[in-house]
């Protein structure tokens, strides 16, 4: 259960980060983004290497690496191809704007729906005992990081936040956003310009 306390403080970091991100606090951005992926990496290895197994059939091994092998190239594009790294992760003072092209036109949060994937995904491949405690404590956690960002955060840091919000669904994509998105790939990366709005 120790790993799962891990886990929960790698939620805990990310919540900083973006407390971090609202109050422009120098230095340690980069610090508190890294502490929070640790830990929630540790715990997910620990509990998935935990020796208290269940039973499942054999063929579930192939869907349950399917799905992780998609969902973690999902989350990577996400977080750090979609993003400007720098900007988003590093710099304190300056961002590359609210980006809402790539995964970000279909939904405010694409990244959350990948890691709730790659959670259940953990279950098959690991068959962890506690991963059916930590799967599930996760996709909470995750979503419950999501609603804060996105009420609380997110429309403090950027301007035009509310008006994405009007623009572009919270999690589940719909019929306008999944044309918006069509057109962002046809348009072949229409960045925003550099903001100092961080």
């Given amino acids: 259960m ?44 620990m509990v998935s290497l935990n020796t208290d197994k269940f039973s499942m059939p054999l063929w579930t ?12 190239l999902f989350i990577l594009y996400a977080l750090y191809l979609n993003l400007p790294f720098k900007s988003t992760y590093v710099n304190v003072t300056k961002n590359a704007g609210l980006i809402k092209t790539g995964l970000y036109a279909l939904c405010r949060h694409p990244v959350n729906f990948w890691i709730n994937l790659v959670m259940i995904s953990l279950i098959l491949i690991s068959r962890s005992k506690l991963m059916l405690i930590e799967a599930p404590l ?44 069509v057109n962002t790939l046809t348009n072949q990366r229409v960045r925003p310009e550099e903001s100092n709005e961080f």
């Fill in 2 to 45: 120790i790993y799962i306390f891990i886990g929960i403080l790698g939620y805990v970091a990310g919540l900083g980060f973006d407390f971090i991100l609202l109050k422009k606090i120098p230095r340690i951005k980069l610090a508190v983004w890294l502490a929070g992926w640790v830990f929630a990496f540790f715990s997910i290895i």
């Fill in 61 to 72: 091994l192939y869907p349950g690496w399917v799905l992780f092998g998609l969902g973690t």
């Fill in 138 to 181: 996760f996709i909470i956690l995750n979503t419950a990081l999501v609603v804060i960002e996105d009420k609380f955060i997110f429309p403090q840091i950027f301007t035009d936040y509310k008006v994405y919000q009007r623009e572009t669904p919270m999690l589940l994509p719909n019929a306008r956003s999944i044309k918006a998105f």
